[in-house]
Structure formats: C-alpha cells, structure tokens
C-alpha cells in the first residue's frame, strides 16, 4: 500500500457539477497538502493543514473547498468549476511544518472540468 | 514573480553520459532546496536535497550544486539510464516551517 493515496484517479466532470477527491496517508504524518499542477506551469500550493487546522489558503477560489477530518484524511471539495480549474491535483504529506521540508506526494488526481 | 525558475523545459542526453538539469532563484531567504523526480501517471517523489551552508550534496549518481551567489543550483546525473526519463522540479523553501516552492520542471529524456 503506498504510503499517500488519491482517489479517484481521473475525473471529468461539467461545471455544474459537485464532487470531491479525497487524499489518504498511512505514514503518521501532521500535515497534509493540496497542489495544483497544470501543463508547463510549477506546482501550485492551495492548501496546507497540519493537526487538522488549516494553515494555509493561497488565494484558492471558493469553488474549492478542502475539508480535514483527522491527520490522515483530506478532501477537495468541487463545485462550479471552470475548464481552467482542468490539471492534476496533488496531495501530499509531511511529518510536519517544521520538517526538513520533504514531501511525499500522492499519484494525483486527473480532472478535466467539461 | 516567479521565484524558481526551470528553464530548459525539456533535455535529451545519451544513455551513460552526464544529465545537467538546472535551476534559478530569486529569494536569498531560501534555505533548503530539494529535486523531485516525476513519472507519468505518478506523484513527485523525492530525489536528493541541500541545505544553504553546503555546496555539494552526493547521493549515488546523483549530485546537486549551489551557488548562492549566483542564486543557483543545478542536479547531475552520471551516468545517465533511461530509467532517469521523468520530469524533475526543483524546490526550495524560505525557512524551517516554510511552504515550498516549485519550479516548472524539465522534462529529461534518456536515449539507449
């Protein structure tokens, strides 16, 4: 079992629609991140909660809305999204904030936004 | 503003000759700078990282140089293998704590 994992893999959904990716890791880490990663374009940071509290919001449009139940769970919620919301959605964890800074990432979540 | 930059977009090397994939930044505040590998269909992993009081940091075929003056690093492989084709982003991060931040990525390509 890999230690960061996304569901579902691929999405397509139109730009009424509502639905969630949920992001799952098994290592016992703190923190736990969403990016954003379009074509030819650096990893997009959205949101960073650690101990379940959200720490960090960058700038991300109400029509995504994360939800942390506990340290191993995320969610991205989905709701009237644009066809530029289109690329691969990363999750990821840390041990914590104040770590060495490495990441291990999720395989991401493939959305295309109809 | 774009605070690191990749870039070569893409680059192609010979099997068992040198891959030299480079990296800029702008924040002299960063102190920690790490490489991710990327296959299709997969998620970043982590591949070797360098503190801001080193130059050099070795692992294997792996080594990445930096340049503080020149707001710069770069990661060599030798030699290269066609299982190093993947996309690699360069990071960095402004103090302990601190969100990273991700270049584009370039994408190495490993001809046999």
């Known amino acids: 079992e890999t230690g960061v994992t996304q569901t579902p893999r691929h999405l397509v959904m139109g730009m009424t629609n509502k639905k969630s990716l949920k992001c799952e890791q098994h290592l016992g880490h703190n923190a736990m991140y969403w990016y954003k990663q379009s074509a030819k374009k650096p990893l997009e940071l959205m949101f960073v909660y650690n101990f379940k509290e959200q720490t960090e919001n960058n700038s991300v449009p109400s029509r995504f809305s994360p939800e942390c139940p506990n340290s191993s769970h995320l969610f991205l919620h989905l709701h009237t999204l644009q066809p530029e919301d289109s690329a691969l959605y990363l999750c990821?964890?840390?041990?914590?904030?104040?770590?060495?800074?490495?990441?291990?990432f999720g395989e991401g979540s493939r959305l295309t936004v109809l | 503003d774009q605070q690191v930059k990749q870039n070569s977009p893409s680059l192609s090397v010979q099997e068992g000759r040198i891959s030299i994939l480079n990296c800029d930044y702008t924040?002299?505040?960063?102190?920690?700078f790490l490489w991710y590998k990327k296959y299709p269909a997969e998620g970043p992993t982590f591949l070797i990282s360098?503190?801001?009081?080193?130059d050099k940091n070795e692992d294997g075929r792996f080594t990445v140089f930096l340049n503080k003056s020149a707001k710069h690093l770069s990661l060599h492989i030798v030699p290269s293998q066609p299982g190093d084709s993947a996309v690699y982003f360069c990071a960095a991060r402004a103090n302990q704590g601190g969100k990273l931040i991700f270049g584009q990525g370039t994408e190495l390509s490993v001809k046999p």
């Open positions: 360098i503190s801001s009081i080193k």
């Open positions: 924040n002299s505040m960063f102190d920690y």
């Open positions: 990821a964890s840390s041990s914590g904030l104040a770590s060495t800074g490495e990441l291990f």
